[in-house]
């Protein structure tokens, strides 16, 4: 079994819907949780980081870690075509040792 | 717009051949990264590089890969002899010590034939 489980998809939604992507873990060490996007042809590039369990908030995206059942969530409102990428989770019980997940590919269609 | 910059962007060569990538960190990053990503690996940490300290090359094939960091403004990874197996993305990332954030470059597309 991975440490970090995600569905590499891909998952098609029209344009305007919510977008809900997850991960789940095993190691329950990890105490940062992050979001990275990328789009193809290009590097990762950070959307959203968490230490430890809750929510944060940024713009119309929203991460989610709930360290009691090893999950977290990214959500995506009004779900714009530009947003069509890979998106991976990553955690990491220090600051240098990312695990990543396999990336989840996110098609919005127009 | 401080970015971490790799060169080539593309490389295409033949098996036996070394192979040289280079990666410019962000100015004032401290530590950098070497990842590998393929389709079925996913993204593969190779090395890690704190104040230009080789910490962790674990992940990274020691018989034919090589990373060594010059001084604090250039990282180079090394493969010799390239095989076909190689052919992968490479990505340098950079951050700033304490940080959990990791800034990636545009990666170097290698192919070996």
């Known amino acids: 079994q991975k440490e970090v489980e995600q569905d590499p998809g891909p998952l098609s939604v029209p344009e305007g819907a919510i977008v809900s992507l997850n991960c789940t873990y095993s190691?329950?060490?990890?105490?940062?949780f992050m979001w990275y996007r990328q789009y193809s042809r290009k590097g990762p590039e950070l959307l959203m980081y968490t230490y430890s369990s809750g929510n944060k908030e940024d713009g119309r995206f929203t991460a989610q870690v709930d360290k009691s059942s090893k999950y977290i969530s990214l959500f995506i409102r009004d779900s714009q075509p530009s947003d069509s990428a890979t998106y991976l989770c990553v955690m990491s019980e220090s600051n240098y040792q990312l695990i990543w997940g396999a990336g989840t590919k996110l098609i919005i269609k127009p | 717009d401080a970015r971490v910059t790799q060169t080539p962007r593309d490389k295409v060569t033949e098996m036996g051949q070394e192979v040289t990538m280079r990666c410019q960190p962000i100015?004032?990053?401290?530590?950098v990264f070497w990842y590998r990503q393929t389709m079925m690996q996913g993204l593969e940490l190779l090395a890690y590089?704190?104040?230009?300290?080789?910490?962790?090359d674990s992940g990274m094939p020691k018989d034919r890969f090589s990373a060594e960091m010059p001084d604090a403004t250039l990282a180079t990874l090394k493969i010799q002899p390239s095989e076909p197996r190689d052919s992968a993305v490479y990505f340098c990332?950079?951050?700033?010590?304490?940080?959990?954030?990791?800034?990636f470059g545009p990666g170097t597309r290698l192919l070996v034939l």
């Open positions: 590089f704190r104040n230009r300290a080789p910490l962790d």
């Open positions: 190691n329950s060490a990890f105490q940062y």
């Open positions: 990332a950079s951050g700033a010590s304490g940080e959990g954030t990791q800034y």
């Open positions: 100015l004032g990053h401290n530590t």
